[in-house]
C-alpha cells in the first residue's frame, strides 16, 4: 500500500493507479486473521480517500470505482480469512486426533529389555496427520525379547485399523506362545478373522532375541534386517525361502520358515520398512542402506537413527514419499 501510494503521489492523477491499494487487504487475507484483514481494509479506504483528495478526484467516477474495488476486495479477504482459520482448527484438531491414537498404537517401546538397548524412529509420509501404517513393538517375554516391525497395505485409517489388529494379536500371543512361529499363526488367524478374505495384507518380520542363543526370524515378506557386526561388517538376515506377507496365508500353505542369525555382544540388528529402502535421489537411484551402516556406530541407539534418518533427507532432497518406521537393536556388552 505504501509503494502504491508513492507510485501514485509520483506518476500524478492521470496514471490511475488508485485501485491497486486494494492490494493491502488482498494479502491481509491470506496471511492475517479476519481482524487484521478488515483493520487493513480500513487504512485501505482511508490510503485511497487520501490519494484521491491529494490527486483532487474525489467524486470522479474513477475514485467511486476504486474505493468499490478496496471494499470488495477487503469483504472477500475477511471472508477467506475466517474459511481459512476455520480449516487450520480443523487441521489442528485432526493432528491432536491423529497423535493420540498414534500413541496409542504404537506405544513407547522400551530402551533396554534385558540385554538388549533399543531405540526406534517413526516417520509418517502423512505429515497433516501424523500417522501411517508402519507398525513396531517390543514385548519382553518369558522366552526372551520378541520384535515385530509391520507394514500394512495402503494408508489411512483402514491401515491404522489392521496396524491395531496385527499390534494386539502380538502383544498377547509373545506372552502366551512358547514358539515364535506360534505367534507368527496367532496374527495371521487373528488377520484372517479381521479382514475376511479382503486384499490387505501385512509384510512383517519378527524376531526372538535370547542371551547367547542368537535372533530367531520370522519373515513374512519383509524387507531383511540388516546386522551391523561389532567389527563394522554389515550382512542382511535373508530368509531361506520367501514368504507371503501376513493376511495372504492360503489354506494348505505353510507359513515362512524361522531362522537363526547370529547375534553377538557388540552387535546391531536394524529392523525397517521399506520406506526406507525405497528412498531414491533425485536421479530415482534407490537409498544404499548397506552403505550406510557406520551411521549406527554412534554410541547412543537414538543419536544413530537421527543420524540416518537425516542422511536419508539428505540423500532425497524431498520430504519422505512413504512411512518409514526404523528399530534398532544393540545387543550390549558385559
Not at 519382553?140 to 494379536?169: F, H, M, N, W, Y
Not at 519422505?320 to 550390549?332: N, Q, S, T, V, W
Amino acid at each position: 500500500m505504501g509503494i502504491v501510494a508513492v507510485v501514485d503521489v509520483t506518476a500524478g492523477p492521470g496514471v490511475g493507479y488508485l485501485a491497486l491499494v486494494s492490494l493491502g487487504p488482498a494479502f491481509a487475507g491470506l496471511v492475517g486473521g479476519w481482524r487484521r484483514t478488515a483493520l487493513i481494509g480500513v487504512l485501505s479506504l482511508v490510503c485511497c480517500l487520501g490519494l484521491g483528495v491529494y490527486d483532487d478526484v474525489v467524486g470522479d467516477r474513477r475514485w467511486y470505482s476504486a474505493m468499490a474495488s478496496v471494499a470488495g476486495v477487503t469483504g472477500a479477504g475477511i471472508a477467506a480469512a475466517v474459511m481459512r482459520q476455520r480449516r487450520e482448527r480443523e487441521f489442528a484438531s485432526m493432528r491432536s486426533i491423529a497423535e493420540v491414537a498414534q500413541r496409542v498404537l504404537l506405544r513407547p517401546v522400551p530402551r533396554t529389555a534385558g540385554h538388549l538397548r533399543v531405540a526406534v524412529s517413526y516417520t509418517s509420509a502423512l505429515a497433516e496427520a501424523r500417522i501411517g501404517g508402519d507398525l513396531y513393538e517390543v514385548v519382553i517375554s518369558p522366552g526372551g525379547v520378541r520384535v515385530i516391525v509391520g507394514d500394512v497395505q495402503g494408508k489411512g485409517l483402514e491401515a491404522v485399523e489392521t496396524a491395531a489388529v496385527v499390534l494386539g494379536a502380538f502383544r498377547e500371543a509373545a506372552h502366551e506362545e512358547d514358539r515364535l512361529a506360534g505367534v507368527g499363526e496367532r496374527i495371521e488367524r487373528a488377520l484372517e478373522r479381521e479382514l475376511q478374505g479382503g486384499e490387505k495384507f501385512v509384510t512383517a518380520v519378527l524376531a526372538e532375541l535370547v542371551v547367547d542363543k542368537g535372533a530367531i526370524l520370522l519373515n513374512y515378506g519383509h524387507p531383511a534386517p540388516m546386522v551391523v557386526r561389532s567389527d563394522g561388517t554389515v550382512a542382511f538376515a535373508e530368509p531361506p525361502r520367501r514368504a507371503l506377507p501376513l493376511g495372504l496365508g492360503l489354506h494348505g500353505m505353510t507359513g515362512p520358515e524361522p531362522f537363526v542369525t547370529d547375534f553377538a555382544p557388540g552387535d546391531q540388528m536394524f529392523l525397517y520398512t521399506d520406506g526406507v529402502t525405497e528412498t531414491r535421489d533425485p536421479a530415482g537411484r534407490f537409498y544404499p542402506l548397506g552403505e550406510r551402516g557406520h551411521l549406527l556406530k554412534t554410541h547412543d541407539p537414538e543419536a544413530a537413527l537421527g543420524a540416518l534418518r537425516a542422511d536419508m533427507e539428505e540423500y532425497a532432497q524431498a520430504p519422505p514419499h512413504d512411512d518409514a518406521a526404523m528399530l534398532l537393536i544393540r545387543y550390549r556388552r558385559a
